[in-house]
C-alpha cells in the first residue's frame, strides 16, 4: 500500500460536522476504510470464522508491515515504519481494568448480537491456533500515526472481497462518555466488517437513511446498529457510487461471507389493542409491535391472509421505540362476515410473530361465495381462501392462490411471482428472469424478446380483493437474467 492511497483515504474522511438536532451530540469523527490491495493480504484456503476483539490489556503492539495477519500483530494501517503501542482499554471514567471490565463484557454482548445473524464467533479470548480476524477496541489514533479526531480504521480490499486474518482499529479510548457503549460497538461493528469488503452506507433505496445499520457515517437516528437486510446507496455526508456494484446489503454481504447463524436478538412481540374487550370493530385495527433489531412492517391478517400492511415506525435518537403503536386500516373490500383478526409482525431478517387472534364481524355472518372476494367460500360465516398452493410459475388469477401471494403479468398472462433484485442473481425458477420495477426492485416474469413494455399490477395482494384487475403500465429499462 502506498503513501498515496492512506492520503486519499482521510482526504474522503474530513471531520463531521454534527448539526442541531441528531440523534448524539457527543463529538465523534470519522470511522474509515483504507483501499488496499489484494497483495497486501495474506492468502488463506477459507475465511476464519472467529472474531477475536482485543482490548490490549497491559498496552499491546502493532507492527507497520506490507501485509495484515492477525496472528503475528502486522498490519498495513499504521502511518509511520516500526511498532506501535496502544493503551489498555478504559472505562468512561478513563481507568483501565477489573474497573473497565462491565463496559468491555457490554461490548462484546453488543457485538454478539450484532453478528449472530451470522455464523461467525465473536470471542475475547485470543485463539492459540488457526487464523482468525483481529478487532483492536482499545488506545488512541495517535498512536499508530492518525489525527485525534478518528475513531477507527480498517483496511478494505480493492475488490471488496472479504479478506482473513485481518487486523481492524477502533480507539476506544478516543470515544467520549455520551453514549460511549453504543458508538463503541458501532464503530467496532463498522471497522471489522469492512475487513469483510463492506463500504460505508448512507441511504436505502426506499429514500431512508441508514442511520440504523453500522455501516453508516448518519446520526440521525441512534440505538444500537444492526446489519440492515436492505439494499442501500453508499457514502460518508453524502451520497457516492459504491466501490463494487451499485447498492450494497450489508446483511447479505455478511450471509454470503460466512453463512447463517442464529440471531439472539429474539423475535418481535405483536399484540391487538383495539378493538378491545367489548368494543365492536371499527375502520381501523390498532396495534402495539416491537423488537430489539426494530420492526420493518406490521401487517393485519384476516381469516388467515394479510388485508393491510404498515411500515415499521421511525428510528429516533434512541433507536425505534420497542414497542411502537400502529394502526391498519381495514380496506373497504374487506367483505362482510366473520373475521378472524391477526396482527403479524416483521424485523428485517423475515423473523415474525402473531398477535392472539381477535373474532368479530363485520356487519353480518356470509351466507353465500357471492358476497365473498374473488376465489373466496363461505364456510360457517367466514369468507375463507384455501391455503395457497400455487408455486412461482403457475397460473394465477388472484393473488391468494400463490404462495409468495404475488399474483403478476400481462393483462393476457398472469403468474405467481416474487420479489427479485435485478442487480444481484437471478433468484427467479428456471424459465423466468428478473423485470426491474425499480431502483434495486423487480418481479420474476418470463423474459419475452422484442417486447418494450408489459403491464403489471404492482399493488399488494390486499389491493387486488373484490375488484376487476387493473393493470398499471409499467416501461421495463431493462430485463436480466443471471
Not at 416491537?290 to 429516533?316: C, D
Request: aromatic share 6%; with cysteine; glycine share 10%.
Amino acid at each position: 500500500m502506498t503513501r498515496r492511497l492512506l492520503l486519499l483515504a482521510l482526504t474522503v474522511a474530513a471531520p463531521m460536522v454534527l448539526r442541531a438536532g441528531t440523534a448524539d451530540a457527543e463529538p465523534r469523527g470519522p470511522r474509515i476504510t483504507i483501499p488496499t490491495p489484494l497483495d497486501g493480504f495474506t492468502p488463506h484456503a477459507a475465511m476464519s470464522k472467529v472474531l477475536y476483539l482485543e482490548r490490549c490489556r497491559g498496552n499491546c503492539t502493532v507492527t507497520k508491515s506490507n501485509v495484515n495477519n492477525a496472528q503475528t500483530n502486522e498490519s498495513t494501517i499504521p502511518g509511520q515504519a516500526g511498532m506501535h503501542v496502544l493503551t489498555e482499554f478504559v472505562n468512561r471514567d478513563g481507568v483501565a481494568g477489573a474497573a473497565a471490565d462491565a463496559e468491555w463484557a457490554a461490548l462484546v454482548q453488543c457485538l454478539r448480537e450484532v453478528y449472530s445473524p451470522f455464523d461467525i464467533q465473536i470471542t475475547d479470548t485470543r485463539p492459540t491456533s488457526g487464523t482468525y480476524h483481529m478487532a483492536i477496541a482499545a488506545g488512541l489514533p495517535r498512536q499508530i500515526g492518525f489525527g485525534d479526531d478518528v475513531l477507527g480504521v480498517a483496511p478494505l480490499a480493492s475488490n471488496c472481497s472479504p479478506q482473513d486474518n485481518v487486523i481492524s482499529f477502533s480507539f476506544a479510548n478516543a470515544h467520549g462518555p455520551t453514549l460511549r457503549g453504543e458508538n463503541l460497538c458501532w464503530t467496532v461493528a463498522q471497522e471489522s466488517a469492512h475487513a469483510f469488503g463492506l463500504d460505508h452506507s448512507f441511504k436505502f433505496l426506499d429514500g431512508r437513511s441508514a442511520c440504523n445499520d453500522p455501516m453508516t457515517y448518519q446520526v440521525d437516528c441512534g440505538g444500537q446498529r444492526f446489519f440492515r437486510n436492505q439494499a442501500a446507496k453508499c457514502g460518508e455526508y453524502e451520497e457516492r457510487a459504491c466501490r463494487c456494484g451499485p447498492t450494497q446489503n450489508s446483511h447479505t454481504k455478511l450471509l454470503g461471507t460466512f453463512g447463517a447463524g442464529t440471531a439472539i436478538t429474539g423475535n418481535p412481540t405483536a399484540m391487538i389493542t383495539t378493538p378491545a374487550d367489548g368494543q365492536p370493530l371499527g375502520v381501523v385495527v390498532g396495534a402495539s409491535a416491537g423488537s430489539k433489531r426494530g420492526i420493518a412492517r406490521v401487517q393485519l391478517l384476516v381469516n388467515g391472509f394479510p388485508w393491510a400492511e404498515v411500515p415499521g415506525t421511525k428510528f429516533g435518537p434512541n433507536g425505534q421505540a420497542n414497542p411502537s403503536s400502529y394502526g391498519l386500516m381495514l380496506p373497504a373490500t374487506l367483505p362482510d362476515g366473520i373475521s378472524d383478526l391477526v396482527v403479524r409482525a416483521y424485523d428485517d431478517l423475515g423473523a415474525f410473530t402473531d398477535s392472539p387472534t381477535v373474532t368479530r364481524t363485520k356487519g353480518a355472518p356470509c351466507t353465500t361465495a357471492e358476497t365473498c372476494a374473488r376465489g373466496q367460500r363461505c364456510d360457517a360465516g367466514k369468507c375463507l381462501w384455501d391455503p395457497a398452493a400455487g408455486e412461482i410459475g403457475d397460473s394465477c388469477e388472484y393473488p391468494q392462490y400463490c404462495k409468495s401471494l404475488r399474483c403478476e403479468g400481462t393483462a393476457e398472462r398472469k403468474i405467481c411471482s416474487d420479489a427479485c433484485n435485478p442487480d444481484g442473481e437471478n433468484t427467479c425458477t428456471d424459465g423466468l428472469s428478473c423485470i426491474e420495477t425499480g431502483p434495486g426492485t423487480g418481479i420474476c416474469y418470463f423474459d419475452e424478446g422484442g417486447c418494450c413494455s408489459v403491464a403489471f399490477d404492482r399493488r399488494l395482494p390486499w389491493a387486488h380483493l373484490g375488484v376487476s384487475a387493473l393493470v398499471a403500465a409499467l416501461l421495463m429499462r431493462r430485463r436480466r437474467r443471471r
